[in-house]
């Protein structure tokens, strides 16, 4: 029986859901795609800590695979929300991509004056790379927002290579080294969520990287434990055990950063409730700031 896989009908979750779709073909396993809509994509015009954050992106899906309507769901998985609900499982995660982000613009990197993002990440780390710059929200698939910065809306746009990669996007702009733009936990990695179906986890196994998982696992047991989710400018990384970790003040201007290897899940977790104490005050500045409730 061919595998339904649900899928949000912009072009980089159905390119996302092709490569799933071949690594499974390539493996014996026929499967079929099944487009959902999504908050995420419906609601365009304001910014995601409004509507929900990422997990606006992942509701819809999950209902759909608890209603039997799909088998799974591909998914960036820095979408995933840290708390799932009951019955499902992450059966697989792909070998990571890069996990860094790109500034696309055009012409000269010193004549970038007004940068666009729907991140309070992203935006808190280019304003303490420039406090001179000029952030301005912007929503949309990467062909939109591609097409938002030649009309001269933005000088600049902030994604994440990951995507523009999978799209097979060439445009002119810079990679921003993970190291100092701490990307956001899991950006570059996709995950395939199924019920928690036996049969249904052992055939989208085959599909797993256990390196990359293991360092999903670690950035996701850090967020946890931080609690900032996806509303507080945080970014987690971790490459072969070596963890990188950072909250920012909204501005940009104030930072908390942790820099360490990590041997185990549990040592990730213990790390992440030693960092929320030294970070407690930027994440709870930041939701108040936002005016979300905890």
């Given at each position: 029986m061919s595998v339904r896989i649900g899928t949000r009908g912009s072009k980089l979750a159905l390119a996302q859901t092709s490569t799933v779709c071949e690594k499974l073909s390539a493996k014996g396993i026929s499967s079929g795609q099944v487009i959902i809509s999504t908050q995420g994509d419906t609601t365009t015009g304001v910014p995601l800590h409004e509507i929900g954050g990422q997990g606006v992106f992942v509701r819809a899906l999950?209902?759909?695979?608890?209603?039997?309507?799909?088998?799974?769901?591909?998914?960036?998985?820095?979408?995933?929300?840290?708390?799932?609900?009951?019955?499902?499982?992450?059966?697989?995660?792909l070998k990571r991509d890069s996990a860094a982000d790109y500034l696309a613009h055009k012409g000269s990197l010193n004549a970038v004056k007004v940068v666009g993002t729907s991140s309070t990440r992203r935006r808190a780390q280019m304003l303490r790379h420039d406090p001179c710059i000029t952030l301005k929200d912007i929503r949309g698939n990467v062909d939109t927002r591609i097409r938002k910065m030649d009309t001269g809306e933005y000088d600049a746009i902030l994604l994440a290579e990951a995507g523009l990669t999978r799209l097979g996007i060439r445009i002119s702009g810079e990679r921003l080294p993970?190291?100092?733009?701490?990307?956001?936990?899991?950006?570059?990695?996709?995950?395939?969520?199924?019920?928690?179906?036996?049969?249904?986890?052992e055939q989208l196994s085959v599909l797993d990287h256990p390196q990359t998982r293991t360092d999903v696992a670690i950035e996701r047991a850090v967020m946890e434990q931080l609690g900032g989710g996806c509303f507080?400018?945080?970014?987690?990384?971790?490459?072969?055990?070596?963890?990188?970790?950072?909250?920012?003040?909204?501005?940009?201007?104030?930072?908390?950063?942790?820099?360490?290897?990590?041997?185990?899940?549990?040592?990730?977790?213990?790390?992440?409730?030693?960092?929320?104490k030294t970070a407690k005050d930027l994440i709870e500045e930041a939701y108040q700031k936002l005016g979300i409730l905890k």
């Amino acid at each position: 029986m061919s595998v339904r896989i649900g899928t949000r009908g912009s072009k980089l979750a159905l390119a996302q859901t092709s490569t799933v779709c071949e690594k499974l073909s390539a493996k014996g396993i026929s499967s079929g795609q099944v487009i959902i809509s999504t908050q995420g994509d419906t609601t365009t015009g304001v910014p995601l800590h409004e509507i929900g954050g990422q997990g606006v992106f992942v509701r819809a899906l999950d209902d759909a695979i608890l209603a039997g309507e799909i088998d799974c769901a591909v998914h960036s998985m820095k979408d995933i929300p840290a708390f799932r609900p009951a019955g499902l499982v992450i059966a697989a995660v792909l070998k990571r991509d890069s996990a860094a982000d790109y500034l696309a613009h055009k012409g000269s990197l010193n004549a970038v004056k007004v940068v666009g993002t729907s991140s309070t990440r992203r935006r808190a780390q280019m304003l303490r790379h420039d406090p001179c710059i000029t952030l301005k929200d912007i929503r949309g698939n990467v062909d939109t927002r591609i097409r938002k910065m030649d009309t001269g809306e933005y000088d600049a746009i902030l994604l994440a290579e990951a995507g523009l990669t999978r799209l097979g996007i060439r445009i002119s702009g810079e990679r921003l080294p993970p190291e100092k733009f701490v990307p956001a936990p899991n950006q570059g990695t996709i995950a395939v969520v199924c019920r928690a179906d036996p049969s249904l986890m052992e055939q989208l196994s085959v599909l797993d990287h256990p390196q990359t998982r293991t360092d999903v696992a670690i950035e996701r047991a850090v967020m946890e434990q931080l609690g900032g989710g996806c509303f507080t400018p945080l970014g987690i990384y971790c490459r072969a055990g070596h963890l990188i970790a950072e909250v920012l003040s909204l501005d940009g201007q104030r930072t908390e950063r942790i820099e360490t290897d990590v041997q185990s899940i549990e040592q990730a977790r213990e790390i992440g409730r030693q960092f929320h104490k030294t970070a407690k005050d930027l994440i709870e500045e930041a939701y108040q700031k936002l005016g979300i409730l905890k």
